[in-house]
C-alpha cells in the first residue's frame, strides 16, 4: 500500500515513506514502543510516529500527543492488515483547545450510552473539549418543576461521562445558560420574580412568549450561583460557560430606568462581572457569548483579562450582505444583527482581537432548522473561522452544534 492509498482521520501534516514494509506473522501482535518526551521539539499534542521493518515508535511531549499517535498507528493496521508501510508521520493540532458543543436543550437530550459513545468519536477526531449546551437538562435537586418532562442528566450521568471523557483526553466543560435563553425557567409562576418581564412579551404575531431574559440584579445573580454550586462539582473542569447571549430584553422591563441612565451595555457588563465573581473566586476561568458586548469595544477594554474568555459566534458563511434582498436586510436590522457581521469572522473577532481580550471561534454546523443540514455553508463557515481564528491567535475552536 503507498501513502496516498492511506487515508488517516485527521489528514497529518506530513507522511513520509521511507521504504520497505513491517511483516506481522499471522498470530502476531503489533507492540510498539511508546516515549513520552517533555523536552521533545514537537509541539503540545504532537507526536512523530515511525514505521520501519524493525518496528514502530511512537514520541510525543505529552499523554495526548501519544495516543493520538497511537490512534493513528491503529487506523493504519485497520487499513493495511499484517503488512504495514514504512512511514514517518509527524502531526500537531493548530488551535490548544479544538472543542465541540452539543445543545441538549433545545432538542431531544442524548441517552447515556449515546453520549459515552460520542465521547469516543470526539476522542478519534482528536477533540479535546467537550460541552453540553444547558438550559433546564441538568437535574438540580430543588428545581424538578423545571426539568421534570425535560430528560435531564443527573449528576451521576455527569459524573460517568465527565469519567469517559478524562479517560480519552478531553475535558468536559460544565455549561449553563445564566442570563439570556432561560424561558424555561421563567415561564412557572415561581420564577417569575426573577424576570426582567415578568408578564412576558407579545411576539411579532401578536401572541404573548413567556419571559427568557433575566433581570440583572442580585437575587438572579445569587439564584444563578446557587445552581453553579450544585452543577461544578459534577466535574473536574476549572472552566465553566455561563452562556450570557441574545439578552434582548434586557432594558425593556425591571432594568428600564437603569440601562436608560448607564447605558444597556454598561448594565450588562456588570452582571456578567458579577455572575463571574463566585467562580473566579474558586480559582475557575469563566467562558462567555461575545455577541451583546461585540459592538461595543469600549466594554471589551474594561473586562479583566485573567479568568475570561469570550465565545464569538458566527453561523453563516461569509458573504457580501449588499447581494441581500432590502427585505432580508431590513429583517436582519429589525432583529439587532449588524449586517457587516455577515462578511464572517473577521468582523466577529476584530474588537476582541485588537484589545487582547482570549477569545475562542465557534462556527455553527448549520444543522438546524433542516431535514439534512446545509453542509456548502457549514463548510465554509468552519473553514472561515479556522483561518480567521489562526490569523488572529484564538485561544480554540469550537464547534457548535445547535438543536433549535
Known amino acids: 500500500m503507498t501513502t496516498r492509498t492511506l487515508r488517516l482521520l485527521p489528514i497529518p501534516r506530513s507522511m513520509e515513506r521511507l521504504g520497505g514494509s513491517l511483516r506481522l506473522r499471522t498470530s502476531e501482535t503489533l507492540d510498539p514502543t511508546l516515549q513520552l518526551d517533555p523536552d521533545s521539539e514537537l509541539p503540545s499534542e504532537g507526536y512523530e510516529l515511525r514505521i520501519t521493518e524493525s518496528g514502530v515508535h511512537v514520541q510525543a511531549p505529552d499523554q495526548n500527543g501519544l495516543a493520538y499517535g497511537a490512534g493513528a498507528l491503529e487506523q493504519i493496521q485497520r487499513q493495511c492488515g499484517q503488512e504495514l508501510p514504512a512511514l514517518r508521520i509527524r502531526d500537531w493540532p493548530d488551535f490548544p483547545v479544538r472543542a465541540y458543543m452539543l445543545d441538549i436543550s433545545r432538542d431531544r437530550v442524548p441517552s447515556q450510552a449515546m453520549l459515552l459513545e460520542l465521547v469516543d468519536i470526539l476522542a478519534a477526531l482528536r477533540i479535546n473539549q467537550l460541552q453540553l449546551y444547558t438550559e ?14 425535560a430528560s435531564p442528566l443527573t449528576p451521576d450521568e455527569v459524573r460517568e461521562l465527565d469519567t469517559r471523557c478524562a479517560e480519552r483526553g478531553i475535558e468536559l466543560v460544565p455549561n449553563q445558560n445564566s442570563f439570556g435563553h432561560m424561558e424555561r425557567w421563567l415561564q412557572h409562576p415561581e420564577y417569575q420574580q426573577l424576570a426582567e418581564l415578568p408578564d412576558g412579551r407579545l411576539s411579532a404575531d401578536g401572541s404573548r412568549q413567556p419571559p427568557s431574559c ?51 451595555g454598561r448594565v450588562y457588563l456588570d452582571y456578567l462581572l458579577r455572575l463571574c465573581r463566585g467562580p473566579q473566586t474558586e480559582g475557575r476561568t469563566v467562558q462567555f457569548w461575545g455577541d451583546m458586548l461585540s459592538q461595543q469595544p469600549e466594554l471589551i477594554a474594561a473586562l479583566p483579562r485573567d479568568g475570561l474568555i469570550a465565545l464569538v459566534w458566527g453561523y453563516e458563511a461569509p458573504q457580501n450582505p449588499e447581494d441581500l434582498p432590502a427585505k432580508v436586510r431590513s429583517a436582519l436590522t429589525h432583529f439587532g444583527v449588524p449586517l457587516e457581521s455577515l462578511r464572517g469572522f473577521s468582523w466577529r473577532v476584530r474588537p476582541f482581537a485588537e484589545a487582547e481580550f482570549p477569545f475562542y471561534v465557534c462556527p455553527g454546523t448549520s444543522s438546524w432548522n433542516s431535514l439534512l443540514g446545509r453542509l456548502p455553508n457549514a463548510r465554509a463557515n468552519l473553514l472561515d473561522a479556522a483561518r480567521t481564528g489562526l490569523t488572529h491567535s484564538a485561544r480554540g475552536y469550537l464547534i457548535t452544534d445547535w438543536g433549535d
Open 214 to 264: 433575566l433581570a440583572p440584579t442580585e437575587e438572579s445573580a445569587a439564584f444563578m450561583h446557587a445552581l453553579y454550586a450544585e452543577l461544578l462539582p459534577c466535574f473536574r473542569s476549572r472552566m465553566l460557560n455561563i452562556g450570557c447571549d441574545e439578552t434582548f430584553e434586557l432594558g425593556l422591563g425591571r432594568s428600564r430606568a437603569e440601562c436608560e441612565a448607564r447605558g444597556r
Open 136 to 149: 433546564h437538562t441538568f437535574a438540580y435537586s430543588a428545581h424538578e418543576r423545571v426539568w421534570r418532562d
